[in-house]
């Protein structure tokens, strides 16, 4: 119960601020109920997570994991399309790498298979 009150919680507090964007760990899925700011999710660990979590990880518009492991295992697990996910070694993602990021995926057009 907890978990959705933060989650709640963030996501007033992400109204009231509107920022251009949100970068949250995929763990207690904080960001899950976020409405009005894309979600860029960073994932660690395995996916155990409960649906908050999952949640959050589908409605992100770009993933970040640490390695190509700890990708496979959360789309394998959630159903998340492995051409969302990035790779970031240090598991840590800047702001502004996640902004020119999310642009250049915005400004695609199609599907991701089409040529």
């Not at 995929?26 to 979600?39: D, E, F, H, N, W």
């Not at 697990?77 to 969302?84: E, G, I, P, V």
């Amino acid at each position: 119960m907890s978990s959705l009150l933060e989650a709640m919680r963030f996501s007033w507090r992400v109204l009231r601020e509107r920022p251009g964007l949100v970068v949250a760990p995929v763990s207690g899925g904080r960001a899950a109920l976020v409405i009005g700011a894309p979600v860029v999710t960073v994932l660690s660990g395995q996916p155990t997570g409960g649906w908050l979590e999952r949640r959050q990880a589908r409605r992100s518009r770009l993933v970040y994991a640490g390695d190509r492991k700890t990708a496979v295992a959360f789309a394998l697990r959630w159903r998340l399309n492995l051409a969302r996910i990035r790779l970031a070694p240090e598991g840590v993602v800047s702001r502004d790498h996640a902004e020119r990021e999310l642009a250049a995926v915005t400004r695609r057009r199609g599907s991701w298979h089409s040529t």
